[in-house]
């Protein structure tokens, strides 16, 4: 059924339409008429200093034609493991333009997390912030990297006079000492960028070529690439554009707080924001401080982030007596949006703070509350354009459940994967006949089409929007030699989101020392998937076969926390 016979089209925004103009070009002729279009209006603000889109369009054909001389070409993947800076912006650009194959990755990952995605992609050449360049130098032998490119992000900043302004003396001393120090082997992003741009004539890929792979934990499991095409990347740029009716060209500035190698980053800057040519205000990390100094000079009118950011840029906004009245377009996602975060939020930006759905196999963004009075608190809200869903059974997706009754949520657009790199297996289980998308997630749909989220039949754990896969942080709490077995589940908190807690089956004879485990976890493990608490448990619920019952231990372990 076409979205214009849906339910929920009468509660969008008026002038948001039930479907969008597909694309037919890539999203680098998109960059290119943005960087035509634009010209001297500002594209980029890092600590102040501001970037052009004329420059920002010379600094990508540089980078693109630097690339192509260490013999990157099209279909190669090109791993990026970069914070929001503006070579971020330029490394991502500069490898699509050749028709390479973006892959993101967290620059907090350890070399551990970041030697599993490598396996799987095989990147040879690597685009690093210098602090992440020392995880990639303990890789095996058996990983092949050609080419290291190393980026100081202070290369970017005015001066650092002007980086003192904003951070102690001693964040500035540990941060310079960080960010200078030359990794061994490695070419710098200087010198990536000494050529003249490259020739215009050089091919460009398609709309249907593949532009991104992007590491999920999914539905179960082990960290997977979603596959994403200059198509679904497009799509979601252009839902995004019709669902912020009224947002113009030139004219929005957007804070790029979320991280830019999350889905919902890269959609939100690096696609739909340079699709409207407005102005990205960088920053590295998320810190209310240098937010609330940047309002001042470049106040946001696109503010999207997780809810605990919202809540503490509110507080801080209030507390310095800073306005935040510019902020015309907020979206709240990847984890629950509480109450008290939208009456908060809106009591002192004036706007509305309205909640959205979406999953990295699906660029991400698939439902939301409109910009509107019909938008409803404590839903997902509805489709956005182009985009239809189904609840199914739980055992057969092939059964739909009657209106308002629970099941497990399926999308369908122009947004939805291609599959997982090198996982037929995966895909086949996620993406199912006729391109519909398992989500995982149960859900119950009113008559309207707002949507709720009920339950998860994934495992997964969200914190701090960022997903943590249970299995992941057993199997390194397992390395340890005092722990036999371990299972690990999410503590639901007041505020939204979760606490990652690991219980723990100790060897014989062992003691429990949550702070030594918790410190061979961060050997191995980015920060925020470490257990916050970390217990005992004895007469481990088992399957059958021995395996433990993770949702058995959390439900033992919940009420006792």
């Not at 333009?97 to 030697?115: C, F, K, S």
């Not at 060209?249 to 690096?270: N, V, W």
């Not at 309205?354 to 439902?367: F, I, K, Q, R």
């Not at 062992?510 to 493990?525: M, V, Y």
Request: hydrophobic share 40%.
């Amino acid at each position: 059924m076409a979205t214009t016979e849906q339910p929920w089209v009468k509660n969008y925004q008026p002038g948001v339409p039930a479907e969008i103009v597909l694309p037919t070009e890539s999203l680098v002729a998109m960059f290119e008429h943005s960087v035509a279009e634009a010209g001297d209006c500002p594209a980029l603000e890092f600590f102040g200093r501001r970037t052009s889109y004329t420059e920002l369009g010379n600094q990508v054909g540089r980078a693109a034609e630097g690339l192509r001389r260490l013999g990157v070409r099209a279909g190669d993947r090109v791993a990026l493991i970069l914070p929001n800076c503006p070579q971020h912006v330029v490394a991502f650009y500069a490898v699509l333009r050749l028709g390479a194959v973006v892959v993101e990755h967290n620059p907090l990952y350890t070399a551990r997390e970041l030697r599993h995605q490598f396996e799987n992609h095989q990147a040879r050449v690597v685009i690093a912030w210098d602090k992440s360049v020392a995880a990639i130098s303990e890789f095996p032998a058996d990983i092949e990297i050609d080419h290291i490119v190393a980026v100081n992000l202070l290369d970017a900043f005015p001066a650092v006079k002007r980086f003192a302004l904003y951070l102690p003396v001693k964040s500035l001393r540990e941060s310079r000492e960080a960010l200078t120090a030359r990794a061994p082997g490695a070419m710098t992003w200087k010198e990536l960028l000494r050529h003249d741009v490259i020739d215009p004539e050089h091919p460009h890929p398609a709309v249907t070529d593949l532009a991104a792979i992007q590491y999920t934990s999914g539905t179960t499991g082990q960290p997977k690439g979603a596959m994403l095409t200059h198509f679904n990347l497009y799509s979601n740029a252009l839902q995004g554009e019709a669902w912020m009716h009224g947002a113009e060209k030139r004219k929005e500035i957007l804070y790029a707080i979320l991280p830019m190698f999350h889905a919902f980053g890269m959609t939100l800057y690096l696609t739909f924001g340079i699709r409207k040519q407005g102005l990205l205000v960088l920053f590295p990390k998320f810190e209310p401080g240098l937010i609330l100094d940047a309002m001042k000079k470049s106040p946001a009118t696109v503010y999207c982030a997780v809810p605990p950011i919202y809540e503490r840029t509110a507080l801080a906004a209030k507390e310095k007596g800073v306005s935040l009245r510019s902020c015309k377009y907020c979206i709240s996602g990847a984890m629950n949006l509480p109450d008290h975060v939208v009456e908060l939020w809106e009591s002192v930006s004036g706007g509305l703070l309205v909640e959205g759905y979406g999953m990295t196999e699906s660029s991400p963004v698939a439902l939301g509350n409109p910009f509107y009075p019909t938008r409803r608190a404590g839903t997902i809200g509805v489709p956005f354009p182009s985009t239809l869903m189904k609840v199914v059974d739980l055992d057969d997706p092939t059964i739909e459940m009657p209106p308002g009754e629970p099941g497990e949520l399926l999308l369908h657009g122009p947004q939805i994967f291609q599959g997982y790199w090198n996982n037929p297996e995966e895909t086949a289980k996620t993406r199912l006949p006729g391109g519909w998308l398992r989500t995982g997630d149960i859900v119950t749909v009113d008559d309207d089409g707002f949507t709720t989220i009920v339950d998860r039949a994934k495992e997964l754990i969200i914190t701090g929007g960022f997903n943590v896969s249970p299995s992941e942080v057993e199997a390194v709490l397992r390395l340890h030699s005092d722990v036999v077995d371990a299972a690990v589940f999410g503590k639901p908190l007041e505020r939204g989101g979760e606490m990652v807690v690991a219980a723990v089956e100790l060897a014989p004879g062992a003691d429990l020392n949550e702070e030594a485990l918790r410190a061979h976890c961060r050997d191995h493990l980015a920060a925020y998937k470490i257990p916050r608490r970390i217990v005992q448990i004895e007469d481990t619920p088992r399957s059958i076969l021995g395996k433990i019952l993770r949702k058995k231990v959390r439900e033992q372990m919940l009420p006792l926390l």
